[in-house]
């Protein structure tokens, strides 16, 4: 530079601390005089938005460890932001984020998802950088992250497992020891366990352990399949953000043994039917069976059983008489269950009562009427009236081949009457094939006897009357509809859940409700209809969609109908009770 002369000085630089607000230079020159200078700059200037951080959540999938984090960015400038790039540093990697690209525009925030897995379990932090490409500015955030929380440091040993079955379920009480191997306390207050088990309930249910400290956690579960063998559990410590997995394997609760049935006896008292079964059970386990609790499926009850106390040795045989009424007429196999509540295992065994000792009745003496009530491309439905002679009760009804009577009406000593629904395919191939479709009751003669009235007639004949292979149109008023997929009546209106334990849902999207009725398949009502409905009882009475409640707690297990009035007709819906 000559004397008094001015020149243009270009410089870059690279930041590496971002918390500096200006960069002093020394500009040295050759005869040796030094230029001292101060450029003053803002890095955030360059930056494109604010970022907050709003949450960072670990979770493992096979060995790796990832973490879901989820940050809130507002752009403060006054142009339109488009983020599309994203880095990382080398102890990590992301496998996606979103949206992509990141648009916003001035004075708008929103909320990114990234998901990153860990490579690098020293690390406490994780710095990440996003670049708009077209305005050439940069987004720079750290999310702090500690993977060592993420794998709690716990032992955990399992101590015990007892099995029971209650109901139709499975349940194991299960006794785990819980150790505390890091240096921080812990507090485990959340359990979870894979898909197939639900969780009763565990004890207790916040655990604060102190390092080196361990505790007995005891936790009860259940499941409906039988062929489960371990199941998988998950704790958290929710406020320091870590987890750990445990497996418990489940052992068989079946007794080890075998049951035979040695004699079937029946007899009449009173129109009551009853069966004296005489079983032999034979223990070939290590340990002796204690049997001291005998049930049975519904439909039937136990009027006694002995000896109540069942004691069987390893390799040794006892008997066991039952004395056991039906109930329901429709079932011919009762399930028994025995439990050794000291083994924690039961006995399971069916006994086939098909040979019923009761007669036929004096067929003169009832009449049969049935005529096609209207049909579908899948089911007829027929009205059917038995007339009844004087001093007669109808203790049981059913059509075989298998079908379902929806409903009927039973006026003692005069007449019984319904409507009873056939799968149009299955009747016509038992109509091609000769057979006869059969209505059965069990009936009550005078208070003193029973005996069976079995009145059959051909399937070409019902199938003929049923319109042969062209159905006949339902009454308007009178409309039974299935689901298919064509079908926008019958997927107006959805139940759930299915099966059903202690509450039954009635979703409606556009139809008006007017009352519900619950039926078996015997044909009995167990839920009646009401006569005055209110909105307090369902809902949607009184306006067309929303949803309808029903209580079936207190039905017994099996499978039902229920029947859906609407402005439109009648919707008949299987459910299952549980």
Request: hydrophobic share 35%.
């Amino acid at each position: 530079m000559q004397p008094r002369e001015c020149t243009k000085l270009e410089i870059t630089i690279e930041v590496d601390d971002l918390s500096q607000s200006s960069a002093f230079f020394n500009l040295l020159g050759n005869n040796k005089c030094i230029i001292p200078f101060s450029v003053p700059f803002d890095p955030k200037e360059c930056m494109c938005s604010e970022v907050k951080i709003l949450n960072a959540k670990c979770y493992k999938e096979d060995e790796s460890l990832f973490y879901n984090i989820a940050v809130e960015i507002c752009n403060t400038g006054t142009e339109p932001l488009h983020l599309d790039s994203l880095k990382v540093d080398s102890s990590y990697i992301i496998h996606h984020w979103h949206p992509e690209p990141f648009y916003l525009h001035p004075e708008e925030c929103d909320t990114l998802y990234i998901t990153v897995e860990v490579s690098d379990l020293s690390q406490t932090s994780a710095l990440f950088t996003m670049f708009d490409s077209e305005d050439r500015c940069f987004l720079l955030f750290s999310v702090p992250l500690d993977p060592e929380k993420c794998l709690c440091g716990i032992e955990i040993e399992t101590l015990a497992v007892n099995c029971h079955k209650l109901e139709d379920k499975m349940v194991y009480d299960i006794e785990v020891e819980v150790c505390n191997t890091s240096i921080n306390p812990l507090n485990l207050d959340r359990l979870i366990v894979n898909s197939g088990y639900n969780i009763r309930y565990w004890a207790p249910q916040s655990i604060t352990l102190q390092p080196g400290e361990c505790i007995n956690l005891y936790i009860s579960l259940e499941t409906d399949n039988f062929n489960q063998t371990s199941a998988l559990f998950t704790l958290f410590d929710e406020s320091n953000g870590c987890q750990i997995e445990f497996l418990v394997a489940l052992q068989k609760c079946i007794c080890r043994s075998r049951v035979e049935i040695q004699k079937v006896v029946c007899y009449q008292e009173d129109c009551k039917l009853f069966y004296d079964i005489d079983v032999v059970i034979c223990n070939y386990g290590e340990n002796t069976l204690n049997l001291d609790n005998l049930i049975v499926n519904n439909g039937y009850s136990i009027e006694n059983w002995s000896p109540q106390h069942l004691i069987v040795q390893p390799e040794d045989c006892e008997r066991l008489y039952i004395t056991l009424e039906i109930n329901d007429f429709t079932q011919t196999s009762p399930f028994f269950t025995l439990f050794d509540k000291a083994e924690g295992c039961y006995v399971e065994f069916i006994v086939n009562l098909e040979k019923w000792c009761i007669e036929g009745c004096d067929l003169e003496r009832f009449n049969l009427e049935y005529d096609i009530c209207f049909s579908t491309p899948q089911t007829a439905y027929f009205n059917f009236e038995i007339m009844l002679p004087a001093l007669t009760d109808v203790l049981g009804l059913w059509v075989k081949p298998p079908s379902t009577i929806l409903n009927y009406n039973y006026q003692p000593h005069h007449t019984i009457n319904g409507i009873f629904a056939f799968d149009r395919e299955y009747l016509e191939q038992m109509a091609a094939n000769y057979k006869d479709v059969c209505i059965y009751a069990v009936v009550c003669i005078d208070s003193s006897y029973l005996c069976l009235v079995e009145i059959c007639r051909h399937a070409q004949e019902i199938f003929d009357q049923a319109g042969g292979a062209m159905p006949m149109p339902a009454p308007p008023n009178m409309r039974y509809e299935e689901e298919n997929e064509t079908n926008t009546f019958a997927h107006s209106i959805k139940i759930y859940p299915n099966p059903a334990q202690n509450e039954l849902f009635i979703v409606s999207d556009n139809l008006l409700i007017n009352n519900i009725e619950i039926v078996d398949l015997a044909g009995k009502t167990v839920h009646a209809p009401s006569n005055s409905p209110t909105r307090g009882e369902f809902p949607t009475f009184g306006g067309a969609g929303g949803s309808a409640k029903v209580n079936v707690s207190s039905l017994p297990q099996g499978m039902y109908l229920i029947k859906i009035y609407t402005e439109n007709g009648i919707m008949v819906k299987k459910f299952i009770k549980r």
